[in-house]
């Protein structure tokens, strides 16, 4: 059995290049160590430091060996039947968080104490922090990282980001707002206290244009802290003829004078942007 972090981090890595090595029960050991570690909370699948976040690719190699080493089997929850190969996520009570039938949190992600989880969907290797409402039907994706105080209203889609192993989750940061079916994936990340209206799509290549100044400002695969997002249309030239496409647009920041609870739906309403 592994005993340290390092030592874990270099069975995974080594088995994850040579799929042979899954035949060790200590290689094994350390694959299930890894994920009980990250369902847990102790581990994480990327962290935010000084210079921004950092992917811990071998934590997301574990999980895809994770897929490997385990067997499909039958599961029964009440009326309730899956076959699977990861189990759903145990101990719900003791942890302080609120799962709705049927809402589901797989094993493998970490929710901490004071989330609330509607009839939406947690993956393996997600994170959710506390007081954060993931509302009915919204999925948080493989790996994404949620963090404390966000709202993800009904219906939005956090895109799950598994291969390859250095990729950088979706990420959404403390204090955001995501509108009903809002849309973001392929690791865009979403900073502190911004808010999406409802339907905002964001793609890694989608154009997020602030208009707020005389001359407009393109981000790609982050909204910058407190904007507030809307979706638009760009005109775009192809060999047919001009067609308009889809981008986002920020078209304001949210006040620091207003509560913060009270501006996650203030700040769209001030912009008479629908949630």
Not at 71 to 89: A, H, Q
Not at 180 to 187: H, K, L, N, Q
Request: charged fraction near 25%; proline fraction near 5%; aromatic fraction near 6%.
């Amino acid at each position: 059995m592994a005993t340290s972090i390092e030592d874990l981090s270099q069975r995974v890595s080594a088995a994850f290049a040579d799929r042979t090595k899954l035949k060790d029960a200590d290689t094994v050991a350390a694959v299930r160590e890894t994920l009980a570690l990250l369902d847990a909370g102790e581990l994480r699948v990327a962290e935010k430091g000084p210079e921004g976040w950092r992917v811990n690719a071998w934590v997301k190699e574990a999980i895809l060996l994770f897929f490997a080493v385990s067997e499909m089997r039958v599961m029964e929850v009440g009326p309730f039947e899956f076959y699977d190969k990861v189990p759903l996520k145990k101990g719900l009570e003791a942890a302080g968080v609120r799962v709705v039938p049927p809402g589901t949190v797989r094993y493998g992600a970490f929710v901490e104490k004071g989330a609330v989880v509607m009839p939406g969907y947690v993956n393996i290797g997600a994170r959710v922090g506390a007081g954060t409402m993931v509302d009915t039907w919204a999925t948080v994706g493989s790996c994404a990282q949620v963090g404390r105080h966000v709202h993800l209203s009904g219906g939005v889609g956090l895109g799950g980001v598994l291969e390859p192993p250095s990729a950088t989750p979706v990420i959404i940061e403390d204090g955001a707002f995501l509108g009903s079916r809002s849309i973001v994936v392929e690791g865009v990340v979403v900073e502190e206290e911004a808010v999406l209206g409802a339907n905002v799509v964001l793609t890694a290549s989608t154009q997020i244009i602030d208009v707020t100044g005389s001359e407009e400002r393109v981000y790609k695969g982050r909204v910058p802290a407190r904007s507030v997002v809307i979706p638009g249309m760009r005109e775009k030239e192809f060999p047919a003829g001009k067609y308009m496409v889809p981008c986002a647009l920020i078209i304001g920041q949210r006040k620091a004078s207003t509560d913060q609870k009270t501006s996650l739906n203030a700040a769209l309403r001030e912009f008479a942007v629908p949630v």
